[in-house]
């Protein structure tokens, strides 16, 4: 059965500041991994999807990378902003596209 | 390009009525998953339809049924409801018979906010 674990659960930083979300999972079996936000009372926004067979995916600010082996993901994000304030949740899936969900870490990015 | 769509947008019920939500996907699309989300939680998996047919479930009880339609829009029913039925439900797209590495990518709608008194 696969499980995901987000770290933080919850983290506070300054505006500007570069930080970086973690993500672990027991299967290493994946066939995908999706990195999503969500605003509070909101449905999920796709940020990255990263395949299996890739290391790394790149939007903008965000990067998110990929280490099946170790059972890890991260999501870099640069030169935070308060827009950038919401509850990341990373998702794994294997083969047949059911997403399993870590709890999430909501971030607060303060002025 | 029309997104994922959820009626309604909130519901309020009362315990052991039965309820139904409904979730247009995204142009294209010919899978609908739904979700569950209670408060501060992730989303758990309830149920996937793909080609008018139940294809995978999660660990939820008979009281949670669903459907696809031709269009492949899909409902996902609630009978007898129970206080702990109360969450944020989410509808998510994706578009399988394509193939690719993208296949699997999901799309989320907006969800249905049904709260049991």
């Known amino acids: 059965k696969q499980e995901v674990t987000q770290i933080p659960a919850a983290l506070s930083v300054p505006e500007g500041e570069n930080l970086v979300l973690n993500c672990s999972f027991t299967?290493?079996?994946?066939?995908?991994l999706q990195w999503f936000r969500q605003d509070p009372g909101k449905g999920l926004t796709s940020l990255l999807l990263?395949?299996?067979?890739?290391r790394e995916q790149t939007s903008g600010r965000l990067n998110a990378s990929l280490d099946k082996s170790s059972g890890r993901s991260t999501l870099y994000i640069a030169a935070s902003q308060p827009g950038d304030s919401a509850t990341y949740l990373c998702?794994?899936?294997?083969?047949?596209?059911?997403?399993?969900f870590g709890e999430g870490t909501q971030l607060t990015v303060n002025p | 390009d029309a997104g994922v769509t959820q009626s309604p947008t909130h519901l309020i019920k009362t315990r052991g009525q039965q309820v139904t939500l409904r979730c247009s996907p995204k142009?294209?699309?010919?899978?609908v998953s739904w979700y569950q989300q209670a408060l501060g939680q992730g989303p758990q998996f309830i149920f996937q339809?793909?080609?008018?047919?139940?294809?995978q479930r999660g660990n939820f009880p008979d009281r949670f049924s669903g459907h696809q339609f031709p269009n492949y829009s899909s409902e996902l029913n609630v009978n007898a409801l129970l206080l702990g039925d109360s969450a944020l439900y989410l509808c998510?797209?994706?578009?399988?018979?394509?193939?690719?590495?993208?296949?699997?990518?999901?799309?989320f709608g907006p969800g249905t906010r049904l709260t049991v008194t």
């Open positions: 998510a797209s994706s578009l399988v018979r394509a193939g690719g590495p993208n296949q699997y990518e999901q799309y």
């Open positions: 299967d290493s079996a994946i066939y995908n």
């Open positions: 990263i395949q299996s067979s890739q």
């Open positions: 998702a794994a899936s294997l083969r047949g596209s059911r997403l399993t």
């Open positions: 142009s294209g699309h010919d899978t």
């Open positions: 339809y793909y080609e008018e047919e139940e294809r």
